[in-house]
């Protein structure tokens, strides 16, 4: 059974970092691309970035030169590294097992994990 649980988020204020993890099992990690999208009442899912098997990533505009997503395959582990967070980055945070860039559902993905909030407030 694929699980996916990510962990990390919290309240922080603007100009603040933090970085969110996404434990993965039940599959083999070193071979699946993976993808973290967010996702808020009003905006609804926006993809925010992808790394494949290998290494390539590919991130939104939106966060572009503030978030870095990398991957440790020995840990079975998804990373996203977010600095000089705003408060429009305030979302439920989702690792995804693939690349879907154009996803409107979490279901698009073959699986995804619970999501942790993350809130950017003064």
């Known amino acids: 059974e694929v699980q996916l649980v990510e962990s990390g988020g919290g309240l922080v204020q603007p100009g603040g970092s933090l970085r969110l993890s996404c434990a993965a099992s039940?599959?083999?990690?070193?071979?699946?691309?993976m993808t973290w999208v967010r996702q808020t009442p009003g905006k609804g899912l926006e993809w925010v970035s992808s790394?494949?098997?290998?290494?390539?990533?590919h991130t939104a505009d939106s966060v572009k030169g503030r978030f870095t997503i990398s991957r440790d395959n020995a840990k079975n582990t998804l990373y996203l590294q977010m600095n000089s967070l705003k408060p429009e980055d305030t979302a439920v945070y989702y690792c995804?097992?693939?690349?879907?860039?154009?996803?409107?559902?979490?279901?698009?993905?073959?699986?995804w994990g619970q999501g942790t909030q993350v809130t950017v407030s003064s």
């Open positions: 039940g599959f083999t990690f070193s071979n699946s691309a």
């Open positions: 790394i494949s098997s290998s290494g390539f990533t």
């Open positions: 995804a097992k693939g690349w879907i860039v154009t996803a409107r559902r979490l279901a698009d993905f073959g699986s």
